[in-house]
């Protein structure tokens, strides 16, 4: 099934199709969700039930994944996913919601705010790929 993107708002805004993160792309794949972010901006992929692993081979087919070494205050023995992965949850190593007054997670509370990733840097970041998850737990739901 080839690559289609439906426009599902008026300005922005794309919702991807026909194509599976959990493998490896072809070029036309890959050209074909550039043009859809040079025109919508935004894509959406619903249903991808990727890993982390598939997440970064997914990125790595839109150029080096930025280095954002500095760009937090998670420490590397604090890190709960890949070095190449920027954590903006409210959780700790050990997977477990972080106390309200960690410094970590009063500074990922920023990320909540309207933002331009890397717009600092000479040379900014092409896309920002978010992934969201939501894990059930006794007691509710907890976003990841």
């Known amino acids: 099934m080839a690559v289609s993107i439906r426009q599902i708002h008026p300005v922005f805004v794309g919702e991807v199709s026909g194509v599976d993160l959990r493998r490896p792309l072809s070029r036309e794949e890959v050209a074909a969700i550039e043009a859809g972010m040079d025109r919508y901006a935004v894509l959406v992929f619903h249903d991808q039930d990727i890993t982390d692993a598939q997440q970064i081979a997914f990125t790595l087919n839109f150029g080096e994944i930025e280095n954002s070494a500095g760009g937090n205050v998670t420490k590397a023995n604090q890190k709960r996913l890949d070095p190449l992965m920027n954590d903006v949850s409210n959780l700790g190593e050990d997977n477990r919601p972080l106390a309200r007054d960690d410094r970590r997670r009063l500074f990922n509370l920023g990320n909540q ?11 900014p970041a092409k896309y920002s790929i978010l992934s969201g998850r939501t894990v059930a737990k006794k007691g509710g739901a907890r976003g990841l």
């Open 113 to 123: 705010l309207w933002h331009s990733d890397s717009s600092f840097r000479a040379i």
